[in-house]
T-cell receptor
Framework: QKEVEQNSGPLSVPEGAIASLNCTYS??????FFWYRQYSGKSPELIMS????GDKEDGRFTAQLNKASQYVSLLIRDSQPSDSATYLCAVRTGGFKTIFGAGTRLFVKA | DVKVTQSSRYLVKRTGEKVFLECVQD?????MFWYRQDPGLGLRLIYFSYDVKMKEKGDIPEGYSVSREKKERFSLILESASTNQTSMYLC??????????FGQGTRLTVV
């Protein structure tokens, strides 16, 4: 079992819809969870971090964490074509290591 | 504005060459990382360092070594480059409680 798993996609949604991205992780001791966006040919950039169970909202983005189910998700409301990218889920395990999922490709159709 | 700078954006090297990839950060972060990114495999951790002269193996350290002589600089060394090391290499830095900041990436081609 991979340490951080994501559906590779592609996930295709129409402009204005909600995009839902999911991630599961295997290390129950993980404390910090991140969502990065990566445009083709570019390096990842952080869009959300979450550390405790529940929802965290920032503009059009909402991160959700359920430690009991070892599940973290990212919702993008009012999706725009500029949101088309690969979204990487990252989990910081005990210590210093940050483990990344393989990423989910999102396409937002105009 | 935080900055992680990788020495090269693109590199082409020959099989068997010794290759140095340099990374410098200006945020006084303790922790620095080297990842490689391949299609369908995501980012895989090669090595990381949590202090000067300290290093830890990641998930795929074979064929690589690292050096951290100064806090701001973390170097990745390919001892004898092989074609299966053709990849995008990403350096990142962080400190406890802070997310990772990435450099712009180095696309290495070994021919």
């Amino acid at each position: 079992q991979k340490e951080v798993e994501q559906n590779s996609g592609p996930l295709s949604v129409p402009e204005g819809a909600i995009a839902s991205l999911n991630c599961t992780y295997s290390d129950r001791g993980s404390q910090s969870f991140f969502w990065y966006r990566q445009y083709s040919g570019k390096s990842p950039e952080l869009i959300m971090s979450i550390y405790s169970n529940g929802d965290k909202e920032d503009g059009r983005f909402t991160a959700q964490l359920n430690k009991a189910s070892q599940y973290v998700s990212l919702l993008i409301r009012d999706s725009q074509p500029s949101d088309s990218a690969t979204y990487l889920c990252a989990v910081r395990t005990g210590g210093f290591k940050t483990i990344f999922g393989a990423g989910t490709r999102l396409f937002v159709k105009a | 504005d935080v900055k992680v700078t990788q020495s090269s954006r693109y590199l082409v090297k020959r099989t068997g060459e010794k290759v140095f990839l340099e990374c410098v950060q200006d945020m006084d972060h303790e922790n620095m990382f080297w990842y490689r990114q391949d299609p369908g495999l995501g980012l895989r951790l090669i090595y990381f360092s949590y202090d000067v002269k300290m290093k830890e193996k990641g998930d795929i350290p074979e064929g690589y070594s690292v050096s951290r002589e100064k806090k701001e600089r973390f170097s990745l060394i390919l001892e004898s480059a092989s074609t299966n090391q053709t990849s995008m290499y990403l350096c990142a830095s962080t400190r406890p409680g802070v997310e990772a900041f990435f450099g712009q990436g180095t696309r290495l081609t070994v021919v």
